[in-house]
């Protein structure tokens, strides 16, 4: 009877020891950005260790929080379904091919928007005053080819010009570079790289050379601004680890407010952090620009579902985008 009674109180134990195990969230949290002033929040969230901050207040003690930076969003979102990542910020075509991809599995949806930027396709070349004056033996740098959201628009701004069946007439003319390294192509000016539809800082400091101009920006072509990255997640991280993830979100809360209270000195985080080496006064600049925004509301992702979904690059796109690629609490920002 002893024995029996200890077997059972050993069972229970377990039982108990088990669901406890389960119910524990995750201690590390991994976290990617990419490259430039769009991820200024991400930057002073790993610099004031705000996620931490907020993961203690919500009772999970001490959490290691792991950054990574990457080249563009097709790169995260192959870390993302491999669980090699929490959180990824996604440009607009990088969350709308996760999301479609992951509908019934892996359920990868936007948890916050990161902000509002304008994207500017610059030129060195002074005969490029409009995207009909490219030719083949011109190259235009964008993040990356086909899927990066700088090289949709750039078929969206081609399927204005010569019709939805030519969207992609300047395909073959793009190759994928990093910001960076765009940037010093075009500056440099002995490249076979002309052009590069790029993003704050770089596309401003290369409009420092007075040969380089923009043509045309991501405003013009979807009329009005675009959430320039949002911040995406899988559905499991979300239903396993909802202390976390709201510490995340409520991290990101406070270093929006912390920007748009003291632009200054969010312009010295991003500084330290970026180790960019541009002036000051001239990021100050950038964050007070009209197309600048930083807030946690998504937007004009509709503009790009309906566009991949007419030209047949998205197989069965959202009837409602705000209810089928949010998450509740990014659709009640």
């Known amino acids: 009877m002893k024995r029996s009674i200890s077997t059972v109180v050993a069972a229970v134990l377990a039982m108990v020891f088990a669901a406890g195990t389960a119910a524990a969230e995750a201690d590390k949290l991994r976290i990617a950005k990419q490259y430039g002033l769009g ?20 009772g999970l003690g001490d959490i290691t929080v792991e950054w990574s930076t990457f080249r563009s969003s097709d790169v995260m979102n192959d870390a993302l379904i491999s669980g090699n990542l929490d959180f990824a910020s996604l440009g607009p075509t990088g969350i709308i091919t996760i999301w479609s991809k992951t509908r019934g599995n892996f359920d990868v949806r936007a948890a916050s928007g990161l902000n509002a930027m304008a994207w500017m396709l610059n030129v060195r070349d002074p005969r490029i005053k409009s995207i009909r004056d490219f030719t083949d033996n011109d190259r235009i740098a964008v993040p990356a080819v086909k899927v990066s959201g700088q090289a949709t628009a750039l078929e969206m701004a081609a399927a204005k010009e010569w019709g939805d069946e030519n969207y992609d007439k300047l395909d073959h003319l793009t190759v994928s570079l990093a910001h960076p390294d765009a940037t010093a192509m ?4 002995e490249s076979e790289i002309v052009a590069n539809f790029s993003s704050p800082p770089y596309e401003f400091i290369q409009l420092k050379d007075p040969k380089i101009r923009t043509i045309l920006t991501s405003d013009e072509i979807l009329g009005g601004p675009i959430s320039f990255n949002v911040i995406a997640t899988t559905g499991e991280f979300r239903k396993d680890n909802p202390k976390l993830y709201k510490a995340f979100l409520d991290a990101l809360d406070e270093a929006t407010a912390l920007i748009n209270k003291d632009k200054a000195w969010a312009a010295d985080v991003y500084g330290r952090m970026s180790r960019d080496k541009t002036p000051k006064e001239e990021i100050l600049a950038i964050m007070n620009h009209p197309t600048s925004h930083f807030t946690t509301e998504v937007l004009n992702l509709g503009a ?12 069965n796109p959202p009837k409602d985008w705000k209810t089928e690629m949010l998450f509740p609490e990014a659709k009640a920002r």
């Open 186 to 189: 075009m500056l440099a000016g």
């Open 304 to 315: 790009f579902t309906t566009f991949l979904g007419k030209v047949g690059r998205l197989k």
């Open 39 to 58: 991820y200024v929040q991400l930057m002073i969230m790993e610099e004031q260790k705000l996620i931490e901050k907020h993961a203690k207040a919500a």
